[in-house]
């Protein structure tokens, strides 16, 4: 996760962006959007550029519309990647905001959503997101996961998993390449005891669902179709 693809086109971080409001759960900052009274709940697990970015907060409104309560934790703890900062390049950043500390991180968050009274909860991760999410899926402590443009992911992960999943990706991605993810198909095709689904979007990049142009007809509409796939995953699985 350490090449160009992962860090370019980074969002311009905005802490008032979204129709919901942060509040603290499981001990991070969380950006919450929809009912508080929905007995199922979505974590969205973002990208090294965090919980601030526009068009994730715009997605994680979308997913709350159609009845769930959405959860964006701050796993960075107010330090994302920032990608002009010489001092930090992304690998010593990784050091301090490893995705095995993520995983350990959102065992709280999900806690805490149950103690809320939250009977289901689905989890969808963006590139570093992803590995979080697969984290969480080989656990049984959620009953869904999506992966978007995921990196660091391994065939091994892919495995591992217990949980109905689905991996979309980029066409044009050396992270996860289509030749790659095709890999993570036939590992889940002789897996029948979980639902599996991949997907690859063509003419996209790396990091397509949350970091697009939005005067970009084209990208909004292969953004948009991704966001679609996630709903109805969880709409299948988490209820």
């Known amino acids: 996760m350490s090449g160009p693809q992962c860090c370019s086109n ?5 802490p008032n962006a979204g129709a919901g409001h942060v509040e603290h759960l499981g001990g991070l900052s969380t950006y919450v959007s929809g009912s508080p009274n929905s007995k199922l709940a979505i974590l969205l697990i973002t990208d090294v550029f965090g919980y601030e970015a526009p068009l994730l907060r715009k997605l994680a409104d979308k997913v709350a519309a159609s009845g769930f309560y959405v959860v964006v934790p701050d796993f960075f703890h107010g330090e994302p990647f920032v990608l002009d900062n010489a001092n930090r390049p992304i690998q010593v950043w990784l050091k301090d905001h490893g995705p095995e500390k993520g995983f350990e991180e959102a065992k709280p968050v999900i806690e805490a959503l149950k103690s809320k009274g939250v009977s289901a909860v689905g989890a969808a991760g963006f590139c570093w997101g992803a590995k979080v999410v697969v984290e969480l899926a080989k656990t049984e402590l959620i009953q869904a996961a999506v992966l978007l443009h995921p990196s660091l ?13 689905a991996v979309l990706g980029a066409e044009i991605d050396r992270h996860s390449p289509p030749e790659f993810l095709k ?26 669902t949350t970091r697009y142009s939005v005067e970009d007809a084209a990208a909004v509409k292969s953004a948009e179709e991704a966001h679609q796939n996630l709903l109805e995953w969880f709409a299948k699985y988490v209820k």
Do not use: C, R, S, Y
């Open 10 to 14: 980074p969002p311009t971080l905005n």
């Open 183 to 208: 890999q993570f198909e036939e590992v889940l095709a002789a897996k029948p005891e979980v639902d599996g689904f991949v997907k690859i979007f063509p003419k996209v990049e790396h990091g397509w």
């Open 153 to 165: 992911v391994t065939l091994d992960d892919i495995k591992g998993v217990k949980v109905p999943i």
